[in-house]
């Protein structure tokens, strides 16, 4: 797959150069925020908002700050769905999601919330750039993956959009492939009070996140989603990390929600014939359309993944015809109907 159909496919943030600026972007470059956070220049924006570098002015670190844009910000639910965003990533603290530092309303009313700044690229422009990815590359990137959904479940945050472009790859600690979990922009929340929001902000929503990516149950608009839809989410993130594809594609967004609500992603072995049989049957059980199909936590996946070594490969990956790989993997599937 090209870069481009990947990024087309899963990008809800769009990187800009350091210095440029869009739309409103521009205004708010120079302020000061609650007299703390100064904002240096946009980096990024999405339909929504607008990412800065900034600079602590009393502590002098960097940060990055994400700032809701001024025609939502007297939208008094696109402020609260702002704020469940900050709310449900601060209460996650873990190595590997991205740490949410302060977030709240400036004087002047500019909605905001206060990131760790991170240099990296998301896993869209890692497939884009290298194609399929080993299993023994694979298997360490999606350990880290399940550790930070598992972290944010054991909080009571579903993430609701886990994709390739919402896993930032970084260098740390000596490790090329140090992932780190962004965006809980969609997140749903466990509390009394969270899920009454969550049910006024997600039906004005209908049908919200990232078709490539999206579970079933996610793709009906039901408000049951829990951490298998994640599950879920995290499987098609694998599959194209593994593949170089995405497990549904089309024409349309329509179109791909239609393939994730009825279709079947093609066996993973007609994309790379090299995928080692238990491989493809942990991406089988991880994109059941039926949630109690699935793998029913991040650590059961993660347990899955371990159990499967790193140096796992098809025998005769020379000689396995595409055929011979969609005939094992439908007979897998159907052993467990």
């Not at 090209?2 to 708010?28: F, H, K, N, Q, Y």
């Not at 400036?106 to 290298?130: N, T």
Request: glycine residues 8%; proline residues 5%.
């Amino acid at each position: 797959m090209t870069t481009s159909s990947i990024r087309a496919s899963t990008e809800r943030l769009v990187t800009l150069p350091a210095g440029s600026a869009s739309d409103d972007a521009a205004m708010l470059q120079g302020v000061t925020l609650l007299g703390r956070y100064r904002l240096e220049h946009p980096i990024g924006k999405g339909g929504m908002s607008v990412i800065y570098a900034a600079r602590h002015v009393l502590l002098g670190g960097t940060v990055a700050v994400k700032v809701l844009r001024s025609c939502f910000a007297t939208d008094e639910d696109a402020t609260q769905r702002f704020l469940r965003e900050a709310k449900a990533s601060a209460r996650v603290r873990h190595e590997h999601v991205i740490e949410t530092l302060d977030f709240g309303i400036a004087e002047d009313g500019v909605v905001f919330m206060v990131m760790e700044l991170l240099e990296g690229e998301d896993l869209a422009a890692l497939v884009g750039r290298e194609g399929a990815l080993p299993w023994s590359r694979v298997r360490g990137m999606a350990l880290q993956i399940c550790s930070a959904l598992g972290a944010a479940h054991d909080h009571g945050v579903v993430h609701r959009d886990v994709t390739l472009g919402n896993c930032l790859r970084m260098h740390r600690d000596g490790n090329s492939d140090y992932i780190k979990l962004l965006d809980f922009g969609i997140a749903k929340l466990s509390t009394t009070r969270d899920r009454q929001c969550n049910f006024r902000l997600t039906t004005e929503l209908q049908v919200f996140g990232t078709p490539a990516f999206m579970a079933p149950e996610q793709a009906r608009r039901t408000s049951d989603a829990d951490p298998r839809t994640d599950v879920y989410s995290t499987g098609c993130v694998l599959y194209a990390l593994l593949t170089g594809h995405l497990p549904f594609e089309g024409k349309s967004r329509q179109d791909v929600i239609s393939r994730q609500l009825y279709g079947h992603a093609p066996p993973p072995r007609s994309h790379e014939p090299t995928i080692a049989p238990a491989v493809s049957a942990l991406l089988g059980k991880a994109l059941e359309k039926d949630p109690a199909r699935r793998f029913q936590s991040m650590a059961e996946l993660a347990a899955a993944i371990r159990a499967i070594p790193p140096t796992a490969r098809a025998r005769q990956p020379a000689g396995s015809s595409a055929w011979d790989a969609m005939r094992e993997w439908w007979g897998r599937r159907s052993v467990r109907r």
